[in-house]
């Protein structure tokens, strides 16, 4: 991809909404000496693993699909098959993280994430991420079982802002 068309596939993007909207589910993480670097601030791959955990615990707190009971005895993986995240403010030792997530897209096997993380009211940083259902036995892709569909689209519209 060119830098040209790089730069217009970002200007086509929707903004990033600037808090998260009433409706979305949100955990609060303390951020830890181990989350940091010699700076003090997080070291961005720990994002990557505070975003997985939020997932998990949306999928088991918010949609009602226990995530260790889908993956132990349903076979049923959601591994990222995308994430990009803008870093917009530094996060520091000892400060309290509010992540909060949203559905952007419903697909067949897909689901995109909206992923906000907010302290004190400022976006520190806005991911999005696309996990697919599979099956574990085979890892191929599988569609998204009905129940957990009707979960996510009711969710995607009760946590619109």
Known sequence: MTESAALRRLARRPPAPERLPEG?????????????????????????????????????????????????????GVPTVHVECDFLHPS??????????????????????????EIDGVTRLAARQVVAITHLDDLSATEIPPGLRAELLAYQERSRG
Not at 61 to 71: D, P, V
């Open 24 to 76: 979305a589910f949100r955990v609060r993480r303390p951020i830890r000496f181990s989350h940091t670097d010699p700076a003090g601030i997080v070291y961005f791959p720990v994002y990557f693993d505070m975003f997985n955990a939020l997932v998990e615990d949306w999928f088991t707190h918010e949609l009602g699909f226990n995530y260790a009971e889908l993956i132990r005895d349903h076979r049923l």
């Open 92 to 117: 520091r030792l000892g400060e309290l993280l509010t992540l909060g997530v949203l559905v952007e897209k419903v697909g067949r096997s897909s689901i995109h994430l909206r992923i906000l993380g």
